[in-house]
């Protein structure tokens, strides 16, 4: 008996990195899983991959019509809706005096205002459905770590933090869980960048107590245990998965890529 067996998840962002990841996990353990992602031709692949007990779904998290139909498509498919782990997210580096208006305010629509429609339209169904269910997010380590050059990211994640608990707060009534996760630096397609630059990669790795960097599998395995049973108490939290990196500090980015947008 898997640990999801008889459930169906929505994950978004799951065409690659942590999305993709959790996909995999959830459906090794009897999930229906619905594949999100703006990039329809790697969420078909993605879906492909796992098999049978998944399906994929072109969506932009901005677009409510889009989240409205995301979320039927994967209930008139897998016939209810027990999981879904909000994931899609984007980056961005500039420092404030000079991040355009328009980036600035695209990282808050993906990473912030996407998750508030993803869980407004699976709110509406879960409730509807009337037997409860496990809601996700992705935070960051930037929810409760600032930045320099991150400023649109650290205030869209502290902010899905804070949305995190006043959604476990409504939807308490009702036995829905709300809870975030706060990654710190994943190998990831979107940490690429970071990444790129050897030093930097160290860098993380020593301000991490366990000296190393994470892996999309280590977000999957407690995204798996936040969307089980066996959390069944857990609600309004933001679980932060950083290797102990929250005790100290970030690296300075402006060393690493000096003060012009990116």
């Not at 409205?68 to 498509?73: E, H």
């Not at 909000?86 to 005096?97: D, E, L, V």
């Not at 869980?177 to 050897?198: A, E, F, H, K, W």
């Not at 366990?210 to 936040?226: C, H, S, Y």
Request: net charge negative.
């Amino acid at each position: 008996m898997g640990q999801l067996d008889g459930k169906a998840a929505l994950i978004t962002g799951a065409a690659s990195g942590i999305g993709l990841a959790a996909a995999r996990r959830f459906a090794e353990e009897g999930a229906q899983v619905a594949i999100a992602d703006r990039n329809a031709d790697g969420a078909a692949e993605a879906a492909r991959e796992i098999g049978s007990q998944a399906i994929a779904i072109t969506a932009d998290v901005t677009d409510e019509d889009d989240v409205a139909n995301m979320v039927m498509s994967c209930v008139d498919r897998f016939g209810r809706l027990d999981i879904a782990f909000n994931n899609a997210g984007i980056g961005g580096f500039s420092p404030i005096q000079d991040y355009p208006l328009a980036q600035f305010q695209r990282v808050i629509d993906v990473c912030l205002t996407g998750v508030f429609l993803c869980i407004k339209h699976e709110s509406k169904h879960l409730i509807e459905q009337g037997s409860g269910g496990s809601i996700i997010n992705t935070a960051s380590l930037n929810s409760i770590q600032a930045t320099e050059g991150l400023s649109a990211y650290c205030s869209a994640k502290a902010g899905v933090a804070m949305l995190t608990k006043v959604s476990a707060l409504e939807l308490g009534r009702h036995n829905i869980r709300v809870n975030s996760i706060g990654p710190g630096l994943i190998r990831t397609p979107l940490t690429q960048g970071l990444r790129d630059i050897p030093e930097l990669e160290e860098a993380f790795a020593h301000e991490a107590p366990l000296g190393r960097i994470g892996d999309p599998e280590d977000v999957a395995q407690l995204a798996l245990w936040l969307a089980s049973d066996a959390s069944s108490l857990m609600t309004g939290q933001t679980v932060q998965l950083n290797g102990g990196a929250d005790i100290n500090k970030y690296p300075p980015l402006f060393e690493f890529f000096g003060q012009q947008p990116l």
